[in-house]
């Protein structure tokens, strides 16, 4: 079955650390997007790569880093210089005007 | 600046009566408006979708109602279900990414 496969489904992360959350798509999509979720303020961009080596900042780049080395991943470093990680991380795959999401991504700093 | 405004943030929704969910947005170059609709620790599915060249779309009891001159789009769900008990998101699109609305959480009583 096509779709996208983001793992780890949870992750903790300790103060100072980089962790690296994974996202894998099989639809043959070109563009691929991160976007974070907080409660009570919907979906805010990261990144974004409409095609391969090559990606945008979103809204909110500061303190996140992505690649985009083949077409189907898109991974996602959170940095240390993210002060305030603890979300739900949402990665999507697009043809074009209609995004396939993944699960999601919940990231808790410990 | 959100560029796509969401309301009400919260709905609750007697079984079998209509719930609404409204959107508001500035860029006329917005050209695809689509719901998606979002379990919890899920990531958002599409919904349904309309075109701005379409007052209305009418997808078994889910409803997009569009109104270009007043930039304003809205969900209706008619017949509301327990299942239906999720957070919609309103979209736009433009140039590569879609622009969501804050969110609605809507919580149907059985």
């Known amino acids: 079955d096509g779709g996208i496969t983001q793992s780890p489904k949870y992750l903790f992360r300790k103060e100072g650390q980089n962790v690296t959350l994974s996202c894998e798509q099989n639809?043959?999509?070109?563009?691929m997007y991160w976007y974070r979720q907080d409660p009570g303020q919907g979906l805010r961009l990261i990144y974004y790569s409409q095609i391969v080596n090559d990606f945008q900042k979103g809204d909110i780049a500061e303190g996140y880093s992505v690649s985009r080395e083949k077409k189907e991943s898109f991974p996602l470093t959170v940095t240390s210089a993210q002060k305030n990680p603890t979300a739900f991380y949402l990665c999507?795959?697009?043809?074009?005007?209609?995004?396939?999401f993944g699960s999601g991504t919940r990231l808790t700093v410990v | 600046q959100q560029q796509v405004k969401q309301s009400p943030q919260s709905l609750i929704v007697q079984k079998g009566g209509i719930s609404i969910i409204n959107c508001a947005y500035e860029?006329?170059?917005?050209?695809?408006f689509p719901w998606y609709q979002q379990f919890p620790g899920k990531g958002p599915a599409l919904l349904i979708a309309i075109r701005p060249d379409v007052s209305e779309k009418k997808e078994g009891r889910f409803t997009i109602s569009f109104n270009k001159s007043a930039k304003q789009f809205s969900l209706h769900i008619m017949d509301s279900q327990p299942g239906d008990s999720a957070t919609y998101f309103c979209?736009?699109?433009?140039?590569?990414?879609?622009?969501f609305g804050s969110g609605t959480k809507l919580n149907v009583k059985p």
């Open positions: 999507a795959s697009s043809p074009g005007r209609s995004y396939t």
């Open positions: 639809l043959n999509h070109d563009a």
């Open positions: 979209a736009a699109w433009h140039f590569n990414k879609f622009y």
């Open positions: 860029n006329t170059a917005f050209d695809y």
